[in-house]
């Protein structure tokens, strides 16, 4: 049974950055597509990015972009996202996510992590 794990969240000033990690536990995911969507208070899950299991398709979220970076370390089996620029609407909890096909991994993926919060004070 393929696990996600996420670390890397807190608190930070707006304007700060963090980065994310995520690593599977269970089984390799090298040829899993990763991604990151976020979840705010009262809100619905948002996909903020993707990236396919050769590293060269990215998408991030319009809101994200130029911001956020996804990149992924294969012999490790992890993903990460840097969030630089931090806004207090990045405030979320942030969730891992994976699945063998790169378009569903940015609607619909089929593995999920627990989350990992996120917060950004003004």
């Known amino acids: 049974q393929v696990q996600l794990i996420e670390s890397g969240g807190g608190l930070v000033q707006a304007g700060g950055s963090l980065r994310l990690s995520c690593g599977a536990s269970?089984?390799?995911?090298?040829?899993?597509?990763m991604g990151w969507f976020r979840q705010a208070p009262g809100k619905g899950r948002e996909f903020v990015a993707a990236?396919?299991?050769?590293?060269?398709?990215?998408y991030g979220a319009d809101s994200v972009k130029g911001r956020f970076t996804i990149s992924r370390d294969t012999a490790k089996n992890r993903v990460h996202l840097q969030m630089n620029s931090l806004k207090p609407e990045d405030t979320a909890v942030y969730y891992c996510?994976?699945?063998?096909?790169?378009?569903?991994?940015?609607?619909?993926?089929?593995?999920w992590g627990q989350g990992t919060q996120v917060s950004v004070s003004s």
């Open positions: 996510a994976a699945d063998p096909v790169l378009e569903a991994v940015t609607r619909t993926p089929s593995l």
């Open positions: 990236i396919a299991p050769n590293q060269l398709t990215t």
């Open positions: 269970g089984r390799t995911n090298s040829d899993y597509a």
